[in-house]
């Protein structure tokens, strides 16, 4: 018992204790790749933060520890991604200098407010509240984040200093302003990266395996072409001393050791500013992440329990707080590599991060001529797989309210910005769905021959009489509905002047809130004032059950709740 | 055609070319009635709005006479009201000092914002936007306004000068700290006139009928208590010089004249800062005005358009704006009094605009040594009734979700003010719809003995098969249920390793929007993974048409979609 629900909040005691042997190879196979990946990842995501480069390496040991022992995924890769990278770019540029203290500080408070706000969603069981993003909207916020995110890069790449900004048209202006200035070094070595990385993701896959090579071997050459692209140019920077002399900007020093212990400041007022960006992070975070977890545990009839995600990205948030890091997820790359390199167990995982570690003891006295320009190049490959535009073209197709949604959302990203062009468009699916059911369909009714059943007047041959009309209403009935429902009832009413009885068929109503309630009760007194009476028929167990906690059935009278519209129609006299 | 479409905008042209000479007398006796109610409610509005009293006086003339040529309603009763002079007060306060040009500039520029945000929500008809605000949150928005109000006129009864707030816990410990400044004349005339204002209001009435009198008298009588108060109070000062004698404040002096014509002031920044408030007050004014509108029109079987009812009080907001006054909407109680006292047309609102013009033009004069504190008793005799117990007590039996809504509506109005409260409201009860149709009802349903019937496992006899599960959903597939779906369906077949089909009934879908529609895709896939086939059954001809317009049935195959359950399940040999 007490084992049950410790494995229960600790996921880690099932998986660890029972290990088996065959999974070992493919853990630390995959936990070689990803770390492969991660590295120069995690440096490119940090600099697309604002931050220094170890700040993505230290984000990318201590919170995989975290995740393999409270996350449910067993092949969730963990650590910094680009769009979470940019919107604390976002946040902590609008309140800091890029370099200054203050602007780290305000990566810590975010990775610790944002992990704060996971754990308690997944403590409470609040995991519903990410329900609000629509799949329209994120799909429209991803395809202009990764639009921003490319743009952003482009300094990088020509290796010109343009002025900070995330409005894609305001760094294409500054960009043509100085394209006297463009580094052809650094343009080269950009250009040249791009090449690498594509070359490795796409041609030499297919080469290696007409090769008849091991697909371990294929997999870790083809997932090695960031650190291709690293080795390579960063010798070719040393080997010509290209940073001093063609001026191509390089990392510089890394400091080396174990991640630091990161106190993370306390300024309330700044805490307290935090909150809305914080908690947009870790809903933006979870969702990316909780997604690719589903999608690789269906695969293997595994099982993700979003609540224990919170709790695992939640710890995993906190544990980059306290160790110079800023705010990771569970990035979708990373994890379906880490899958598809034969990740079993958290285990893999954990290899990551040791290797990650040794590259921070070790490794970083390496990295000082890697240019900034490969960075860029790994980031903007990254993120062209970002670029959605299927579901916009699915969405077109199907609905054009959600297409809107999907169009608004990418156009107020890129117009207003990050943080307020998701809750626009947040707000935008609200509205269009409030839209949608506040004029439900409402159909007329009429019987179908001489048998018990009721159909839709305008669909079939029914008959009907004149004092009675029978509304079938193809909604719940709540506050944005109601006013329709009374004047859809009430122009039946003021239509048909030999209307004597009108009866309300509730088969498709799942709940009545109180709004709606007060709405009936209003109908039935304007009702009677004409001389008509209301009915119900077909009303739902527990529909009715919270109806007879009031005096709505007295308030009816005589106006019944019949069983079947059949029965409401032969008590009426309308056979 | 074109004297309909005419009358269709202008419904004024009905009503005036149809007149019949026998609705004149109800129309003249209703006029003065609701005049001898408003000269003395205007000013005290204004007041609480903190404008000055012609402000209120200039809100009764040209926005009555705007809203009988367009406006629906043939009873409304438009003016200053008691809320939206509050939500007046709270914006302007903010923006400027009680007594600065500015301050009655804002109050222009309201009006006139919010008149034009009427007509245009008319015009475009978008009158559903006011469903927004469900009945819970207007009325716990209702209540604490009400309550701001009641303590707002507190130094007006006491005489005490209180520093400019709306949170009634800092009027409270105010009022307690000056208890020494209160001045007992203004308190005695405050508690004199809410005695002679109850009194006609109860008392009166019943002895007046018990003697026979005609109701037209009665009901002119009754509705006098403010003239009364007004007439017997201000002779007092003025025959006992309580105003310089004993230090009563009186109005002063009230400009004589016809309204001026004022140009609404032009500040771009001001105007785009008052955006939210002025849509605010549109909507809060609207919902005010068509509930009694809609209440009283069923009372004689007449229609309301919710659309020309925008435009009605649209141009009465934008006529207030150039003559002087403030945003003006149709009043509860003046609008019954009105309907009660035998308004037939709109000529009645006419008469009375004719009787507040003659005041304005004549009878000023005569208010100079009127006691504010007859104006704030008027308030809060009128305001106390505004209080709203009753739906409470019934959302706290119906659904404790709603009473949630309302009290926490009722409690940020208090804690945070009127706008904001509103706004938190209204987010709160989006949030609660959400969160109730984010976890819909589904039922596992089996085969009622040998019939073609399917009900719910858990409350009926039925019959199921191993390698089947068939899932009634009670809701519409979309963004914030889809995960909900989609764990539900994952958990049945983690639980059941012998499934393989999913049945989804889905005869209470209305519709599937593309967040939905995107986790069927999921599902198909992760339900294959597993080797499990998923079906629909009882699908809607408008929800299958949408889906037959995208590649789902291919991507469902060899998953069907079944025109019965019980088809399904014989073709799935689950018989």
Same sequence: chains 1, 2.
Avoid at 26 to 54: F, H, K, R, S, T
Avoid at 115 to 136: A, D, E, K, T, Y
Avoid at 395 to 423: K, Q
Avoid at 553 to 565: N, V
């Amino acid at each position: 018992m007490a084992a049950a629900s410790l494995k229960q909040y600790i996921p880690a005691i099932d998986w660890l204790f029972n290990y088996r042997r065959e999974d070992l190879s493919g853990d630390v196979v995959a936990g070689l790749i990803v770390a492969i990946m991660l590295v120069p990842q995690g440096m490119a995501y940090a600099l697309l933060a604002g931050l220094p480069p170890e700040a993505g390496l230290y984000a990318s040991i201590l919170p995989l520890l975290m995740y393999s022992v409270f996350g449910s995924s067993r092949v969730l890769a963990v650590g910094p991604v680009a769009i979470v990278s940019l919107m604390v770019a976002a946040v902590a540029g609008d309140l800091a200098e890029v370099g200054a203290p203050q602007y780290s500080a305000v990566a810590l408070i975010l990775a610790l407010m944002s992990g704060s706000f996971l754990l308690l969603m997944g403590i409470i069981r609040l995991g519903f509240l990410v329900n609000f993003m629509s799949h329209p909207v994120i799909s429209g916020f991803t395809s202009a984040a990764a639009l921003v995110i490319g743009f952003s890069q482009l300094k990088h790449l020509l290796g010109v200093s343009l002025p900070r900004t995330h409005h894609v048209h305001e760094i294409l202006t500054a960009t043509v302003q100085r394209a006297a200035d463009i580094n052809a070094a650094t343009l080269m070595i950009g250009a040249g990266s791009i090449a690498v990385l594509l070359f490795c993701a796409g041609p030499l896959e297919r080469i290696l395996r007409n090769r008849n090579l091991a697909p371990t071997a294929v997999n870790v050459v083809t997932k090695s072409g960031p650190l291709f692209a690293v080795v390579l140019f960063t010798s070719l920077v040393w080997a010509l001393r290209l940073d001093t002399k063609l001026g191509v900007r390089v990392i510089g020093d890394i400091p080396s050791g174990l991640p630091p212990f990161s106190p993370v400041p306390w300024d309330s007022g700044l805490w307290w500013e935090l909150i809305p960006a914080a908690f947009l992070i870790s809903v933006v975070g979870f969702i990316e992440s909780v997604s690719v977890a589903k999608s690789l545990a269906s695969k293997r009839r595994q099982r993700i329990d979003a609540n224990r995600e919170l709790v695992g990205l939640g710890a995993a948030n906190i544990g980059a707080a306290y160790t110079g890091g800023y705010p990771v997820t569970g990035g979708f790359s990373r994890s379906v590599v880490n899958f598809t390199a034969g990740a079993n167990t958290p285990l893999a995982s954990l290899c990551t991060a040791g290797l990650v570690l040794l590259t921070v003891l070790i490794l970083t006295p390496l990295f000082y001529y890697l240019p900034n320009a490969v960075l860029a190049a790994i980031i903007v490959v990254a993120v062209v797989q970002l670029l959605d535009i299927k579901t916009l073209r699915h969405a077109w197709r199907y609905s054009r309210a959600d297409a809107a949604a999907l169009i608004m959302t990418f156009i107020s990203v890129l117009a207003v910005g990050i943080e307020l062009g998701i809750v626009f468009g947040i707000v935008a699916s609200l509205v269009m769905y409030l839209w949608r059911t506040s004029r439900p369909h409402v159909a007329v009714v009429g019987r179908v021959g001489d048998s018990e059943h009721f159909r839709n007047i305008e669909r079939h041959e029914v008959r009907t009489c004149k004092h009675v009309v029978a509304l079938r209403i193809d909604a719940s009935l709540y506050f944005a509905n109601t006013r329709f429902l009374e004047d859809t009832v009430l122009r039946h009413v003021s239509e048909n002047p030999e209307l004597k009885h009108v009866v309300l068929i509730c088969s498709a109503i799942n709940f009545i809130d109180a709004s709606a309630l007060e709405t009936l009760y209003d109908l039935i007194a304007e009702l009677r004032d004409g001389n008509v009476l209301l009915h119900l028929s077909e009303v739902k167990g527990p529909v009715e059950d919270r109806l007879r906690r009031t005096d709505f059935i007295d308030q009816l009278e005589p106006g019944r709740i019949f069983l079947s519209t059949d029965e409401a129609m032969r008590a009426l006299e309308c056979v």
